[in-house]
């Protein structure tokens, strides 16, 4: 099973994410991402979709023309946890 992160590391972690904000209510991370158009906003989802596929880890998202806002939480572990943190830097990765 996997392991939920303790405040300080999520807090740590946290620390080294650009963009990324604590929702507490769901003991998650979220972060807005804000593109030129739609077509841009799909290929970064798409392109999203096949990391989370190979990481088998799927964030909650949703899409309104130019704005792509994720939600990453670990159902399994009953909030954030290390695979969230992978999935944001891999995400960040999609923008470098």
Same mark, same amino acid.
């Given at each position: 099973?996997?392991?939920?992160?303790?405040?300080?590391?999520?807090?740590?972690?946290?620390?080294?994410?650009?963009?990324?904000? !604590?929702?507490?209510?769901?003991?998650?991370?979220?972060?807005?991402?804000?593109?030129?158009?739609?077509?841009?906003?799909?290929?970064?989802?798409?392109?999203?979709?096949?990391?989370?596929?190979?990481?088998? !880890?799927?964030?909650?998202?949703?899409?309104?023309?130019?704005?792509?806002?994720?939600?990453?939480?670990? !159902?399994?572990?009953?909030?954030?946890?290390?695979?969230?943190?992978?999935?944001?830097?891999?995400?960040?990765?999609?923008?470098?």
């Amino acid at each position: 099973m996997v392991e939920r992160l303790s405040e300080q590391a999520r807090d740590a972690a946290l620390a080294t994410l650009t963009g990324w904000q !604590h929702e507490p209510g769901r003991d998650a991370i979220t972060r807005r991402f804000t593109f030129a158009d739609f077509n841009q906003a799909f290929g970064f989802m798409t392109r999203v979709a096949l990391l989370a596929e190979k990481a088998d !880890h799927h964030p909650e998202w949703s899409n309104v023309w130019n704005r792509v806002d994720i939600l990453l939480t670990t !159902h399994d572990a009953g909030g954030l946890s290390q695979r969230d943190v992978d999935m944001a830097r891999a995400i960040e990765g999609l923008l470098a």
